[in-house]
């Protein structure tokens, strides 16, 4: 489904990536684990177009791109195959949660009100938040915020998900709740690919495991095998720290 090879991105002096390939099949829920610094946020905005990488290619449903020198039109047609949901929520604090949903849709995708609102409902239905179409963000929880980030996503039927530590500015008591939307997605075959701290998540509900360290991929297996055997020592020394952590 997507392919990504040799990505290169650097801010001045700082190479970021170094040289990065990934593949992503329809149906897979790929956890990207690693340190703080190690490239992955940098690594999910260069395939989604919010940073201009320096080098490398992509392969999307069979077509190829060039990343560092690809069109507004290429971006722009990607993109509604696909949805981003970020750390911060990035809703709209002077629209209601369905107005969040159907922004999108009416205003880049020309979709009449009726049709959008239709989608909209459904899309917050499906994250548990049927009660919650004219709630603003401030009153919401974070983890209900964060649920209409995902209805947001939802709503515009993407190929992939791609999520950037989706749970990192949620109170520890509201992360459950947002993991439990993406589980069910998962279970429903939606393609992910997440950037995450969160390894029960990553041992329990993705199908295969990226680990990035200092700019490249230091390891990537089935989840399973990852946790069970990982095979890099700084994979292992990673997951004994995560596990101390949880103790």
């Known amino acids: 489904m997507i392919s990504v090879k040799n990505i290169h991105k650097s801010f001045g002096s700082l190479e970021v990536l170094k040289g990065v390939d990934i593949e992503v099949e329809k149906g897979e829920v790929i956890a990207i684990l690693g340190p703080s610094g190690s490239g992955k946020t940098t690594l999910l905005r260069c395939i989604n177009f919010l940073e201009t990488a320096d080098e490398g290619t992509m392969e999307f449903d069979g077509e190829s791109f060039d990343l560092a020198h690809i069109s507004r039109k290429d971006i722009a047609r990607l993109r509604k195959k696909t949805a981003f949901v970020f750390q911060n929520y990035n809703l709209f604090l002077n629209k209601t949660a369905l107005q969040n949903v159907t922004e999108g849709l009416i205003v880049a ?77 998962a279970e429903d075959g939606m393609t992910m690919l997440v950037v995450t701290h969160e390894t029960n998540f990553a041992r329990n509900v993705s199908s295969r495991v990226i680990f990035m360290d200092e700019g490249k991929v230091l390891e990537t297996g089935p989840s399973k095998a990852f946790f069970e055997s990982p095979r890099e020592e700084r994979v292992r020394a990673f997951l004994r720290m995560i596990d101390r952590k949880e103790e």
């Open 109 to 185: 995708r020309k979709m009449p009100k009726a049709e959008a609102v239709k989608i909209g409902k459904r899309a917050l239905d499906r994250v548990g938040l049927s009660d919650r179409y004219d709630h603003y963000p401030n009153q919401l929880s974070g983890g209900q915020q964060q649920r209409v980030a995902i209805a947001r996503a939802l709503a515009t039927n993407p190929e992939i998900i791609y999520f950037d530590e989706p749970t990192s500015a949620l109170d520890p008591e509201l992360i459950g709740e947002v993991l439990a939307v993406m589980k069910q997605l």
